[in-house]
């Protein structure tokens, strides 16, 4: 059974730190396109990093570029997403998905918060 769990989430002051993982079982993460995203009330699900199988190439949306780092840990089967400079508009809950050319897997998300 594939499994993706988040955690990582918490309440932070605004310009504050987290460092969220996801931790994979039943799967190879290195075969597989892994994306974080984030919800937050009221708004529709927003892509913002990705890291690509294979040769680790990574993507940012704007609006976390230079603020979040996305990086994976073959060895222990988990990715991260290292996030930085937090703000008030960073509040949500972020979910990590795992892709391949078959099917598709989410985790159940971690709640994150952000105070001004």
């Known amino acids: 059974e594939v499994q993706l769990v988040e955690s990582g989430g918490g309440l932070v002051q605004s310009g504050g730190s987290l460092r969220l993982s996801c931790a994979a079982s039943?799967?190879?993460?290195?075969?597989?396109?892994i994306r974080w995203f984030r919800q937050a009330p009221g708004k529709e699900r927003e892509g913002l990093s990705c890291?690509?199988?294979?040769?680790?190439?990574?993507y940012y949306a704007d609006s976390v570029k230079d603020r979040f780092t996305i990086s994976r840990d073959n060895a222990k089967a988990t990715l991260y997403l290292q996030m930085n400079t937090l703000k008030p508009e960073d509040t949500a809950v972020y979910y990590c998905?795992?892709?391949?050319?078959?099917?598709?897997?989410w985790g159940q998300g971690t709640q994150v918060t952000v105070s001004s």
């Open positions: 998905k795992a892709q391949a050319a078959g099917p598709t897997y």
């Open positions: 890291i690509r199988p294979r040769d680790g190439s990574t």
């Open positions: 039943g799967l190879l993460i290195d075969d597989y396109a």
